[in-house]
C-alpha cells in the first residue's frame, strides 16, 4: 500500500529535483499540515528520511528554509524533541552535564538546552543552568551536523561552530547521539 501520510512522504522527495522556492513551500506546508493545531509533530518523518532530505538539499535550499523564523523554530524544535529519543545512555555511563546550544546570530537567536543526567537527555528552551559547554552555530550547519551531514570538528575548524567551556566533553558529545544517516 503507498504512503498516504504527506509528512511521510516528504521523505521520499529528491531536493536536487526542486528549486529553492519550491523547496521552503514544500516544508513550509508539510509543516502546517503537522501543525494543525498549536502543537507542531513531524515524528512522521523518520530521521533518516530527515537526513537523506537534508543530504541532497543544497546550501541555498537549506539556507532559505532557515531564513524564515516560524519555520526554523519548528523544525529546530521537532529536532531538540527527538534529542531525547536518539540519547545514548549505554555510552553516556554517568555523563551529567549541561549543553548550552545557541542557534543564530546575536540579533535573531535560538536557545536550547540539554541536560544529560541519570541516563536521560532533557532539553528546554529556557536555559537555567550552568552549562558545562555552550555551543554556537548557524541554524543551517545545525541541521546538517544533526542529521549526519556535517562533522562538528569540520565546522569547529572552519568557524561554523563555536564552543565555550570543556571542549574536550564536547569534541565527544556526537557520540552520545544515534544521528541518522542519509
Known sequence: MPETDPIAALGEVDPKKIGK???????????EIAGS?????????????????????????????MARPELRERILDEV????????????A?????????????DDDLLRYECVLADGRCEVSKDPQREPRVTITVTP??????????????????????????DLGFAAGLTKLFQIPKA
Open 140 to 165: 543551517t550547519e545545525f541541521l546538517k551536523l544533526a542529521s549526519g551531514n556535517a562533522s562538528a570538528p569540520m565546522l569547529f575548524m572552519k568557524g561554523k561552530l563555536k564552543v565555550a567551556g
Open 93 to 105: 555511563g554517568k555523563t551529567e552535564a549541561v549543553v548550552r546550544w545557541r542557534i543564530g546570530t
Open 37 to 65: 493545531d498549536t502543537e507542531v509533530d513531524l515524528s512522521a518523518l523518520r530521521p533518516e528520511q530527515f537526513a537523506r532530505l537534508i543530504s541532497r538539499a543544497s546550501d541555498d535550499q537549506v539556507e532559505a528554509v
Open 21 to 31: 522556492d519550491e523547496f521552503v513551500m514544500l516544508l513550509e506546508a508539510a509543516s
Open 80 to 91: 531538540f524533541r527527538r534529542m531525547g529519543e536518539h540519547y545514548k545512555s549505554d555510552k
